[in-house]
């Protein structure tokens, strides 16, 4: 626990000293912790110490989680396969690894069925990397115009993940990237205000280049 709190400490200390010096406040970013090295236990101590969103890429294998802390926004963040679907719209509350169509429609279905609606995000593989998800940026757009048309999805925004560099500034470019696609691809209707991007090693760097969210496992619960 003590050393939870303190691996949040400062994890928070970092997070507001990037914000101040991109003259954001702390609050305009918020902090998803991604469980997957984490036990149930230490989830939920983290929601003790004030932690209100969790992130899981798994689906059976971070289901007890799930259902162990109910009352907190989980975000699945993984990669979605659609026989999945089911599984996750009773429980979480964003999805941010929408990256096709196929994807949509189903939870288009589930949502319809469960007479809920489901936020999402648009992920994006920034890097080009073969071994990433998401989508091309350059496919961004017409994703966008084709999925605003399933209205149980509220598309909030974008998500991607930077090549792994060991000096974060080397993922800046990314990120900005991924910013000024968000700009361009802001159309009418669909503000798209939310940017899911930096982890344990680059969070900073993402919150300078406008992140609304970041996704953090390491830096919290350790390395497994
Ligand atoms: C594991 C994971 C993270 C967190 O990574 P850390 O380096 O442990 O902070 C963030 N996003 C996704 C999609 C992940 O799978």
Redesign the pocket.
């Known amino acids: 626990m003590e050393l939870l709190a303190d691996n949040y400490r400062k994890v928070t200390t970092e997070l507001e000293s990037a914000a101040s010096k991109a003259g954001r406040g702390p609050e305009e970013i918020r902090l998803i912790a991604?469980t997957?090295?984490a036990s149930l236990e230490d989830i939920k101590q983290a929601a003790e110490l004030g932690i209100t969103d969790f992130?899981a890429?798994r689906v059976q294998e971070e289901a007890d989680k799930v259902k162990g802390l109910p009352g907190v926004n989980w975000h699945f963040?993984?990669h979605l396969q659609r026989n999945k679907v089911k599984y996750i719209m009773p429980v979480y509350s964003t999805v941010q690894?929408l990256d096709r169509l196929s994807l949509a429609k189903e939870m288009q279905r589930w949502a319809e069925k469960s007479g809920r609606e489901i936020t999402v995000l648009v992920q994006v593989n920034i890097s080009g990397e073969e071994s990433k998800f998401g989508l091309r940026p350059e496919e961004v757009g017409p994703f966008l115009e084709q999925a605003a048309g399933f209205d149980r999805l509220k598309i909030k925004g974008l998500m991607a993940?930077a090549p792994f560099v060991d000096d974060p500034e080397e993922a800046r470019p990314y990120f900005r990237r991924l910013r000024e696609l968000r700009d361009k691809n802001a159309i009418r209707g669909l503000e798209l205000p939310e940017l899911s991007m930096g982890?344990?090693?680059d969070f900073a760097v993402a919150v300078e280049e406008g992140a609304t969210m970041v996704?953090?496992?390491?830096?919290l619960f350790g390395?497994k």
Request: aromatic share 0%.
């Open positions: 991604v997957k090295s992130g890429n963040i993984g690894s993940m982890m344990t090693n996704r953090i496992g390491g830096a390395r």
